[in-house]
């Protein structure tokens, strides 16, 4: 991915300020953050993701590093949901 394709990628995400956007965000709060569980999944699962493209976009070159990352966080996350990744099956 180009740093052009990723400007352009950032520059379609909502903003903030849309009022849409902050009804959006609202009705999710309410409907999804009901328990501490998930509250806590959400901030952590956020700090992940961010760690991990920052690191991703900082060097963007450097694909072995972003895959074994890739794999790390997917495990992460994985244990956060407290879901199993079962490979091959569907």
């Known amino acids: ?3 052009t ?3 352009a990628s950032f520059n379609r995400q909502p903003k903030d ?3 849409l956007e902050k009804q959006i965000r ?3 709060e309410t409907a999804v953050l009901k328990t501490d569980f998930a509250k806590n999944f959400i901030k952590q ?5 961010q760690s991990f493209f920052n690191e991703a976009i900082s060097n963007p070159e450097d694909t072995a590093t972003i895959k ?7 495990k992460e996350l994985a244990e956060l949901s407290m ?3 079962t490979s091959g099956q569907r």
């Open 1 to 3: 991915m180009t740093e």
């Open 5 to 7: 394709s990723m400007n």
């Open 17 to 19: 300020s849309d009022p």
């Open 26 to 28: 609202q009705k999710i």
């Open 45 to 49: 699962s956020t700090r992940l993701l």
């Open 68 to 74: 074994k990352n890739y794999k790390q966080i997917i």
């Open 83 to 85: 879901a199993k990744i």
